[in-house]
Each structure stands twice: as C-alpha cells, then as structure tokens.
C-alpha cells in the first residue's frame, strides 16, 4: 500500500467515503424535493391529495389574479432588489479593491459582517426605521413633508429595501472578486497610454468586471425571489408574495398541492436564472 | 483626485446603508419606552432583562447546540465527499459534484418543505423538531463545508503525503499528521461557515419546528406577529454576538480571514 496516495481512501475504503454523503443527499435532498415537484402535479380534494395527474394547480395559480399578482410582484421586487445591489455594492467592492488604507481587511470584513446576524433581525431593525412611529416618519413631519405619520409599512418598496440589505454582503462579495481578478497591469497600461481614472474605469475595468455585477445581480434575484421573512415583517397581505403565499398555502390554507406547485414555480425560477449565469459566464460568489 | 473622493463618499454613505438597521436595534435595546422607538426615549436595562428570560434562553440554546452538531456533521460528511471528489476519479464524480452544491442552488425555504412533506408521508413525526432540523440544516451547510476542504485539498501538494509514505507512516498516521494539519484551515473555515449558515437560517427551520424545540430566528419571526416590543432588540443583539464572539476567537487561532480573503487577489 506505500504509495497509494490518499490516507482517508485507505482508512475507510474510497467508495464508502463518496457514497455516505451522497446517501445523505439522495435521501434528504434529491428524493424529498423530487416528491415535493410530483405532488404539484396531483389534484387535491378538500385537502387531501389524490392520485390524479393534473395540470390544474398550475394554471389555477397563474390565471387566478391574487396569486399571478403574487407571482409577478415576487418578480419585479427581486429584480429591483438585484439592481440596487449592484448599485450599491460596485462602488464599495471598487473601493475595497483599490484603497490603499492599511484598515483595508477590517474594512472588507466589516461589509461582510452583515452576515453574521439572521435576516430576521436585520428585518427588524428596518421595521423599526420604517414604522409610522419610525425615524423617517418624524423627519418627514419635522420637516412638514408629510402632515401626519408616514406610512411607509407594508409597501412592496420597503421589501425591496429589506432585501436589498439583506443581500448586500453577498454582492459586494462577488463584484469584489470579479475586481480583484482584473490584472492590475491592464489599469496601469490605460493611465500610461493618456487615459485619466473615470475613463480607465469606463473602459477597462468596468467592461472587465461586468461578469461579476451578472453574478451579483443573479445571486441576489434568486436568493429575493424565495425570501420568507422580510416580505413576512415589512409587507402585508397586499404585498403577498410567492413565498408568503406558499407559508399560507401550507399553513392556514393546509392546501398542499397548490403549494407544491407554487414550490416548483420557485424551484423552476431558480433554476433558470442559474442556467441564464452560466450561459452569460456569471461568476459565482465565494461564500 | 476628484473622482476617488467621491467614491470615497460614496461607500461611506454605503456603509451608513449597511449598519443604519442594526445601530437602530442596539439602541432600541436600551430603550426606556414601551415601543420599539427611533431615538430612544430615554435608557434602560429592563428588555435585556427580559431577553435574558428561559423564554428566550431556550430558543437561543436550541439554536447554539442545533448549529454546532449541525456544523461538526456537515465538516465531517464534507471531508469524506471532498476527499472523494479530489483525490479518486470514479463513474458519476461529476454528478455527485453538482449535487453537493445542489442544496445552494434550491431555494433552502423550498427543501425545508420537501422534508417536512416526505416526514410526513414517511409518518415518523418522532422525527419533528430537533433531528428533523439537524437533517435540514446538515443539508443546506454541506456546500460550504465540501467546498472548503475541496479546495484546501487541491491546493495541498500531494508530494507530501508520498513523502511520509515513503518513510514509512501508515495511512493514519499520514492522515493525521500530514494531510489534516495542512488542510486545517480550510476545513476550519467551512466549519465555521457552516455554523453561521445554521444559526442565522429561518428557511429551511420555518416548517420543521415544534414547540419547545424551536430556533431563535422561527421563535423572533413567530413573536413579530404578536408585535415588535424592545425585548426583540435585546435578543436580536445577543444573537449578533454570539456569531461575532465565535469568530473572533476562530479568527485568533486559525486565521480563517486569510482562507477567505486571500485567495484570488492579483500582485
């Protein structure tokens, strides 16, 4: 055996070492999200499912307008949420990669800590900046913009918010490594040539970086498009989304297979904006 | 350098964007009042009393105990698949490497539910709460941890190993001495990822808790319908420290920052 190459295969045997894991998967994720898309397919009746085949839970929830409505919001929030992480995150991501201050990894780290608190108490914290009785309110009656309290709670703006905090870090992760994957050089060769800084970002860097702001932008619409608990706290239900109807489809609704079929409506979303990422050669965040 | 001063402000203002939601709820936390204001009226320690009730203690050691085992299972199942996916070439290897990083691609609220559902029609409810969340939570912190140790294996050169071999360690002592000691960090990072991933998540917990065996962030998004008393700010400021504490002290001792910041960066 001297010279076989990897101690863990020797020790446990290599197919036992893949296949444990894999079970695992197979068993607690493949097969219970393969049943979850079946049973969107399955008529139930009063509650119950049957074994009919149907296509009717689909084209119940996209003809009925309560839920396409939901559909469609959870669709214009996450993609507003996208831009505005771009937006945000490019010019810290580019500052981050450019600054020469010495506090340059606390600064990284203090961008990425955002992640270390749940999202539901992010989503808090903005309640409690949003609420009639909030900080922006009496500002806005301070300065007589409003006579009486502001109401900015539920609204699917305040969602768009929520979110787009929520999933800063991660745009900022990607576009920062999209940044740093730029050969310096080619900068360096722009400003040699004449070029001042604006345009040397315009031409050089920004073109180079742009797979980085798909990856940010598409990152950040997946993980909105399936979002529970900020359209959960800052919306209501005039804001219901996808994932708040599939909660009340399953919970108070106890209608399982129209929220299966709105789960393979998410699974499906999800799974197209990874193929559009890998057919536009998005770049992946690396958390 | 005009340009550099506006990006300057501009990130600045980001930064305000960033921590405006999370200095509102710290100071709420020490707020006087009976309403979750914005200045605070006044100062008090009376939520942190409360906060600190069994009421809030349980679900925050529910929450502690379910991402450490969560996060030791997943490292462990993590280790066995990356060395399996570096080191060995096999029939499926590239389906298998899809599929550990297939629980990052689903939405995990969505894989929540297929669990519950198939508990259900499996009938073994004796399965809800905490093995039910375990299974949950070591599925959706699987990519972190495979993904981290793949890569510290494939940057490890394999030399070494065949070094020890030749003079003349046995497997174990190779794995334990040589291979593990170098891939630390990595493994170490996906870890403590892993940790995080499962104490801030709601999406795959929201449909597999039961009373009593409930995780802090399910036990806040249940209580926000009842209404938004200081008691959440005070809880939710604990749960910002438990994370930061954690690594802080990993960060002391295995320098998981160099893992994640280091890599990929030019020159």
Redesign the interface.
């Known amino acids: 055996m001297i010279g076989a190459g990897d101690p863990a295969g020797e020790l446990i045997g290599p197919r036992l070492m893949v296949a444990l894991p894999a079970a695992f998967l197979l068993l607690f994720f493949v097969i219970p999200n393969a049943f979850l898309l079946t049973t969107s397919f399955l008529k139930s009746e009063d509650q119950v499912l049957t074994n009919q085949v149907t296509l009717q839970n689909f084209t119940y929830l996209l003809t009925k307008p309560i839920y396409l409505t939901s559909i469609l919001r959870s669709f214009w929030i996450s993609a507003l949420t996208g831009m505005l992480v771009v937006l945000l995150a490019y010019p810290l991501a580019y500052y981050l990669a450019r600054t020469a201050n010495r506090w340059r990894g606390l600064l990284i780290g203090i961008a990425l800590a955002p992640l270390l608190a749940s999202v539901v108490v992010r989503t808090y914290g903005w309640w409690v900046i949003l609420n009639r009785d909030g900080p922006i309110s009496d500002l806005a009656r301070a300065f007589a913009l409003s006579r009486g309290p502001l109401v900015l709670l539920p609204s699917s703006l305040a969602i768009v918010v929520g979110l787009t905090h929520a999933l800063l870090p991660y745009g900022v992760l990607t576009i920062l490594s999209a940044i740093n994957g730029i050969n310096p050089s080619l900068e360096r060769a722009a400003m040699s040539l004449g070029a001042n800084r604006c345009r040397t970002f315009l031409t050089v860097t920004l073109p180079l970086s742009i797979h980085g702001i798909a990856g940010a932008f598409l990152l950040a619409f997946s993980l909105s498009v399936s979002a529970y608990a900020t359209p959960a706290i800052l919306g209501g239900p005039a804001t219901a989304t996808m994932a708040t109807r599939i909660y009340d489809f399953l919970t108070s609704l106890d209608d399982w297979s129209l929220g299966a079929a709105m789960a393979a409506i998410l699974i499906v979303t999800t799974m197209l904006i990874l193929f559009v990422g890998s057919a536009v050669g998005a770049r992946r965040a690396s958390l | 350098?005009k340009?550099?001063h506006a990006?300057?402000a501009?990130?600045a203002a980001?930064?305000l964007?960033?921590f405006?939601?999370?200095v509102?709820?710290a100071s709420?936390s020490f707020n006087a009042g009976n309403?979750?204001?914005?200045?605070p009226v006044g100062f008090s320690l009376r939520w942190w009393r409360e906060a600190l009730d069994p009421r809030w203690l349980q679900p925050l050691t529910f929450s502690l105990e379910l991402a450490a085992i969560s996060a030791i299972i997943a490292t462990l199942?993590?280790?066995?698949?990356a060395?399996?996916?570096v080191?060995?070439r096999?029939p499926g290897r590239d389906l298998?490497a899809t599929?550990?990083l297939?629980?990052l691609?689903?939405?995990?609220?969505?894989?929540g539910?297929?669990?519950l559902?198939?508990l259900n029609?499996a009938g073994i409810d004796a399965l809800y709460g905490f093995p039910a969340l375990v299974?949950?939570h070591?599925?959706i912190c699987?990519p972190?941890t495979?993904r981290t140790a793949a890569i510290s294996l494939q940057a490890m050169p394999?030399r070494v190993?065949?070094a020890a071999?030749?003079l003349g360690a046995t497997?174990?002592e190779?794995?334990l001495r040589?291979?593990l000691p170098l891939i630390k960090s990595g493994v170490f990072a996906g870890t403590v990822?892993a940790f995080?991933q499962s104490?801030?998540?709601?999406?795959v917990s929201?449909?597999l808790t039961k009373p009593g065996a409930s995780t802090?962030?399910v036990t806040?998004?249940g209580f926000?319908d009842y209404g938004?008393t200081p008691t959440?700010?005070s809880v939710?400021v604990i749960?910002?420290i438990v994370?930061?504490a954690l690594?802080a002290i990993v960060q002391h001792y295995f320098r998981v920052?160099d893992f994640?910041?280091g890599?990929?960066?030019?020159?």
Request: hydrophobic letters at 60%; aromatic letters at 14%.
């Open positions: 350098m340009p550099w990006l300057c501009v990130a980001v930064y964007f960033i405006a939601p999370i509102v709820t709420v309403l979750s204001r914005f200045p199942l993590g280790l066995l698949l060395f399996g996916l080191r060995h096999f298998v599929l550990s297939g629980p691609a689903l939405p995990a609220l969505v894989t539910i297929a669990l559902q198939i029609m299974i949950g070591v599925v699987l972190f495979v394999a190993e065949q071999y030749s497997p174990i190779v794995l040589v291979t990822f995080i104490f801030t998540d709601y999406s929201l449909f802090i962030s806040i998004l926000l938004f959440l700010a939710a749960t910002l994370p930061l690594i920052g994640i910041y890599s990929g960066r030019h020159g």
